[in-house]
Nanobody
Framework: QVLLVESGGGSVQAGGSLRLSCVAS?????IGWFRQAPGKERERVAT???????SYADSVKGRLPISKDNAKNTLYLQMNSLKPEDTAMYYC????????????WGQGTQVTVSS
């Protein structure tokens, strides 16, 4: 079991920045950020693996870098050049080493970008 707690969401104008954080109860090899906007399906934003390799959705490449601090079991999402279409609930999720799926989820943090 992994407990995940996100923070850092808020309201910002287009072009602004936010930094999301996710504290995990223990180390996980594969972890990432997902988001869900009202009326839309949840989508993967970015993930990071144990070797530091990263993967991004095309819509956020170059704007929302993901990083982690293994010593603090903390995941980050630096959100730059925000757009109204980035408005969503952002979730931190960790991959289970048993199932291979993202089975562990935080409660989410809301990001709202106004034009």
């Amino acid at each position: 079991q992994v407990l995940l707690v996100e923070s850092g969401g808020g309201s910002v104008q287009a072009g602004g920045s936010l930094r999301l954080s996710c504290v995990a109860s223990r180390y996980t090899a594969s972890i990432g950020w997902f988001r869900q906007a009202p009326g839309k399906e949840r989508e993967r934003v970015a993930t990071i693996e144990s070797d530091g390799s990263t993967s991004y959705a095309d819509s956020v490449k170059g704007r929302l870098p993901i990083s982690k601090d293994n010593a603090k079991n903390t995941l980050y999402l630096q959100m730059n050049s925000l757009k109204p279409e980035d408005t969503a609930m952002y979730y931190c999720a960790a991959r289970s080493s048993i199932s291979g799926f993202f089975d562990y989820w935080g409660q989410g943090t809301q990001v709202t970008v106004s034009s």
